[in-house]
């Protein structure tokens, strides 16, 4: 059974930082992207930083400057550094994991349930 689970989230103060971490478990097939999307109440759910296997990164332009995600291939981890957090942060971040299967060649995608930020005076 596929899990993913998120960590790292809570409320902070603008111009601070957060590091969210996300594990996962359960997965048997090829990995070609781990990465994060965030959804803000009444907003719909947008990509904040995706890491493909093949090294090629999207980042989303609102948080190019302020975000890092990384992987580590070996745990099957990606991380998600913010900084100089700001009120439009706020989001619940879900970590995203997709990738290929071995002998049929479907695609495969998975959601964590989600690690609520919020950046607030």
């Known amino acids: 059974q596929v899990q993913l689970r998120e960590f790292g989230g809570g409320e902070v103060q603008p111009g601070g930082s957060l590091r969210l971490s996300c594990t996962t478990s359960?997965?048997?097939?090829?990995?070609?992207?781990m990465g994060w999307y965030r959804q803000a109440a009444g907003k719909q759910r947008e990509m904040v930083a995706i890491k493909y296997t093949n090294g090629v990164s999207n980042v989303a332009g609102s948080v190019s400057s302020r975000f890092t995600v990384s992987r580590d291939n070996g745990e099957k981890t990606v991380y998600l550094q913010m900084n100089k957090l700001k009120v439009d942060d706020t989001a619940v971040y879900f970590c995203y994991v997709t990738g290929t299967d071995y002998y049929t060649y479907e695609t495969k995608e998975f959601w964590g349930q989600g690690t609520e930020v919020t950046v607030s005076s």
């Open positions: 359960g997965i048997i097939f090829s990995i070609n992207a």
